[in-house]
C-alpha cells in the first residue's frame, strides 16, 4: 500500500514537473562551432582568448538570466552600430499563419529568456565576443568595449558580420530573415517571422490541436525538451548547445555524431525531431 502511495506520489511529481530533460548525445563543445576560443579549427575563433565556456558562462558576477550566464541582453549602451536590447518588449516579430492555433499565433508574446540566451549571439547585434566577465588571466582594458583579449579574427563582430558580404552564413538567418538579408539588409535584427515559433506553452498548443500534435509527455519520451511550468517550446527544445556532432575533432565525421548536426536534441533521421511533437 505504501509503495502505491509513493508510485502516486512520484506520478503527481512527474505530472507537474517541467518536462527538461537533459540533452541526449554525447557533450563535447569542444569539437562544435560553439568552440569561438583559439584552441579549435572552426573557423569562428578569437585571436587570443583560449577559454571555451567564457563565451557564455562565468563562474562569478553573471547575469541571472541563464546558467552563469556571461552576456547581456540590452547592449544599447555600446559602440556597436548594430547593438540591441533584444529583451525589449515587441523587439521580436514571430513567425505567423492563418493555419496557427490560437497559442501559437499570439503574435504578442514574449520571447522568453531562454531562446534570448540564443538569440543574444544569432540575432545578429550584439557581438559574439561581447562578455561581462573576463577572463583574470587577460585583464579587462576597457569596461564598455571588448579588450584585444576576445576577438574574432582581430574584430568586433556580430554573427551577421561573420556572415557578411555571405548571406548564406548559417547563424545570420535566426533573428534576421532569409529575406532582408538577401536583399543585403543587415543592419536589422528582431526578425523571427521566417523561423519556426517559438516562446509558447505546448501544454497549450496541443489543447489547440490534438489531432495534429502528440501529448507533452510523448513528445519528451522522444527527446525533446520543455520548459517552465506550461512546458514551453523553446530554441532548446530542439537544440542542444553543448553537445559534440562531429564537426571538428576526435570525432570528426562519425555518423554516430554527425547525425545531431547542428547542435540538435535528438537526431531529425527521417524527420525524427519534427515527428517528436507533430503527427505527420
Ligand atoms: C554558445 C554558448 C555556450 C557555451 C560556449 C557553453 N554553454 Fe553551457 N549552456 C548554454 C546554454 C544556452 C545553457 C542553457 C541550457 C540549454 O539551453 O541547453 C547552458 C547550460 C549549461 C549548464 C547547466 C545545464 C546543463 O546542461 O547541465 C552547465 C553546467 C553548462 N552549460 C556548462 C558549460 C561548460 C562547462 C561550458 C564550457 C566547457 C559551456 N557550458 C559552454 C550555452 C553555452
Ligand atoms: C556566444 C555566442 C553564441 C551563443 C550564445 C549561441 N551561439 Fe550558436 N553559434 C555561434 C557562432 C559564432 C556560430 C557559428 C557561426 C554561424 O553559424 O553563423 C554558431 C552556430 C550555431 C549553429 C550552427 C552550427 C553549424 O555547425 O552550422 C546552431 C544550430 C546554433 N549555433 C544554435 C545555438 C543555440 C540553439 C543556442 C542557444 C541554446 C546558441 N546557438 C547560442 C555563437 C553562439
Ligand atoms: C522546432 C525545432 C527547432 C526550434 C524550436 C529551433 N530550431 Fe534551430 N534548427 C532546427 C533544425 C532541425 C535545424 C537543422 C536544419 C537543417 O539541417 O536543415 C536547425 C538549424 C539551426 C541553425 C543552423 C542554420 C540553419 O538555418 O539551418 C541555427 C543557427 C539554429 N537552428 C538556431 C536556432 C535558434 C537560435 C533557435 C531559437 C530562436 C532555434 N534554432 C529554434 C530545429 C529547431
Ligand atoms: C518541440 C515540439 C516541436 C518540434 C520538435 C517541432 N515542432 Fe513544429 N510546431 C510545434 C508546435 C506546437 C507548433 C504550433 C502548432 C499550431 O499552433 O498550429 C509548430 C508549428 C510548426 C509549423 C507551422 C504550422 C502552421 O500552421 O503554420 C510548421 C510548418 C512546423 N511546425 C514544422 C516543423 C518541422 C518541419 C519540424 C522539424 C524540423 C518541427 N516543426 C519540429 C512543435 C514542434
Redesign the pocket.
Known amino acids: 500500500m505504501r509503495s502505491i502511495v509513493a508510485v502516486m506520489g512520484m506520478l503527481i511529481v512527474l505530472a507537474v514537473l517541467p518536462l527538461s530533460a537533459m540533452a541526449k548525445g554525447v557533450a563535447g563543445i569542444a569539437n562544435t562551432m560553439h568552440n569561438m576560443s583559439k584552441t579549435t579549427s572552426s573557423p569562428y575563433n578569437a585571436s587570443d582568448e583560449d577559454e571555451i565556456c567564457i563565451f557564455c558562462h562565468t563562474p562569478h558576477g553573471g547575469s541571472l538570466d541563464g546558467p552563469l550566464w556571461n552576456r547581456e541582453m540590452d547592449d544599447t549602451a555600446s559602440s556597436n552600430p548594430l547593438a540591441a536590447n533584444i529583451a525589449a518588449p515587441g523587439y521580436f516579430t514571430h513567425y505567423d499563419?492563418s493555419?496557427?492555433?490560437a497559442?501559437?499565433?499570439d503574435t504578442a508574446r514574449a520571447v522568453s529568456t531562454e531562446s534570448l540566451l540564443c538569440l543574444s549571439c544569432h540575432d545578429g547585434t550584439i557581438a559574439v565576443n561581447r562578455v561581462i566577465n573576463l577572463s583574470n588571466r587577460t585583464p579587462q582594458l576597457d569596461a564598455t568595449e571588448p579588450t584585444e583579449r576576445i576577438r574574432m579574427n582581430d574584430q568586433w563582430v556580430t554573427i551577421k558580420e561573420i556572415g557578411f558580404p555571405d548571406p548564406l552564413a548559417p547563424g545570420a538567418w535566426i533573428g534576421s530573415s532569409r529575406d532582408r538579408l538577401f536583399n543585403m539588409i543587415y543592419n536589422v535584427g528582431g526578425d523571427l517571422s521566417d523561423d519556426?515559433?517559438i516562446s509558447f506553452s505546448?501544454d497549450a498548443?496541443y489543447l489547440?490541436?490534438p489531432s495534429?500534435?502528440d501529448t507533452t509527455v510523448n513528445?519528451a519520451g522522444k527527446n525533446?525538451r520543455f520548459f517552465g511550468a506550461t512546458n514551453r517550446?523553446e530554441c532548446s527544445?530542439?537544440h542542444d548547445p553543448h553537445v559534440d556532432y562531429g564537426k571538428y575533432g576526435t570525432n570528426a565525421g562519425d555518423p554516430a555524431y554527425t547525425v545531431y548536426t547542428p547542435f540538435l536534441i535528438t537526431p531529425?533521421t527521417g524527420?525524427a525531431?519534427?515527428k517528436?511533437?507533430?503527427v505527420k
Do not use: E, F, Q
Request: with cysteine; proline share 4%.
Open positions: 499563419s493555419t496557427l492555433g497559442t501559437a499565433g519556426h515559433p505546448y498548443a489547440d490541436d495534429g500534435l513528445a525533446v517550446v527544445s530542439c531529425n524527420s525531431l519534427c517528436a511533437c507533430h
